[in-house]
């Protein structure tokens, strides 16, 4: 038998001292606040007392969606199956324009802001002394100087220098993956590594697990990707266009073709004609992540 239930106590009503806004005029702003914030934020969990189990957690907050569920295609006629997307970078080939990192900041609203970016260049200056340095003045979005820009490289007489490319390395045995707490990092059919902004409550534990340095958190900027600022961000090889049939914009805008990306599943693709004939490599496999960007020329010497 159930114990009979106590009637609570009336709440007493009280006047807030002067000066004082009520509580029931400032309700409605809290609750604006914490809807903002990705819908999110725990103190709006008072509402659900009403609903039960994750259908209802997921209704009000689809963070608590079924993690088996993936986002719809981002093109409803793009069919995933059987794709080898794969990308080859030469090192040797790059010029070091910077107009991959214009067209990319461009075509997914990347804030103009250098220290954030999807694709970036670096410069590889080893000196005559046999000292590497590494520069990336703005990310090399305006090019480079004459001379290196690292500390400690200034006066140093240059003995070989390259160019090198970076982007999200795609891994096959991501940790990005592995670490995010609420799946908001998840690998689509065709192995591409997305970020849904639905989910993402922007922790970090992404940027610091990727080996590679390929993650930021999007800053509150005029622009950012998919308009959610405070959310993981990265490279995408921009999912939206090669799954409607077209390149990714770095690909497409690289005056030198520094840049490669294609289904190596076709054997007749020019992708799968580099990746069979020239052997390209992973930067660092001692990570062990298996990247599916690979590199020719110095860049893979120098790894």
């Not at 799968?272 to 930067?283: D, N």
Request: some cysteine; proline content about 11%.
């Amino acid at each position: 038998m159930a114990a009979p239930s106590a009637t609570p106590p009336a709440t007493p009503s009280v006047t807030p001292p002067a000066g004082l806004v009520p509580l029931t005029e400032i309700a409605p702003a809290i609750a604006a606040i914490s809807v903002s914030r990705r819908r999110f934020l725990g103190f709006g969990l008072a509402i659900i007392g009403g609903l039960s189990g994750a259908a209802g957690l997921s209704r009000l907050f689809p963070v608590f969606e079924d993690t088996e569920s993936a986002p719809p295609p981002i093109i409803p006629a793009y069919d995933p199956v059987g794709k080898a997307w794969t990308f080859v970078v030469d090192s040797s080939a790059c010029i070091g324009c910077g107009l991959c990192v214009v067209a990319c900041k461009e075509e997914n609203d990347v804030t103009e802001d250098a220290r954030f970016a999807r694709t970036w260049v670096e410069r590889h200056a080893v000196t005559t002394d046999g000292t590497r340095y590494v520069d990336s003045p703005d990310g090399g979005i305006d090019g480079f100087p004459a001379t290196s820009t690292a500390p400690g490289a200034e006066g140093k007489t240059v003995a070989e220098a390259f160019f090198e490319p970076r982007l999200c390395m795609q891994c096959e045995d991501s940790p990005c993956t592995a670490v995010c707490p609420v799946s908001a990092t998840y690998k689509t059919e065709d192995g591409i590594i997305l970020v849904d902004p639905r989910r993402c409550i922007g922790c970090g534990y992404c940027v610091v697990a990727c080996p590679y340095g390929a993650r930021y958190i999007a800053p509150a900027a005029d622009r950012s990707p998919n308009d959610t600022p405070g959310v993981a961000d990265k490279c995408t090889w921009c999912y939206h266009r090669i799954s409607r049939g077209d390149l990714p914009a770095c690909v497409e805008v690289c005056p030198v073709g520094a840049r490669k990306f294609g289904d190596a599943s076709d054997p007749k693709s020019e992708i799968a004609t580099i990746v069979r004939e020239r052997a390209p490599k992973p930067l660092h496999p001692e990570f062990g992540t298996r990247p599916r960007v690979l590199y020719l020329g110095p860049a893979v010497e120098e790894a």
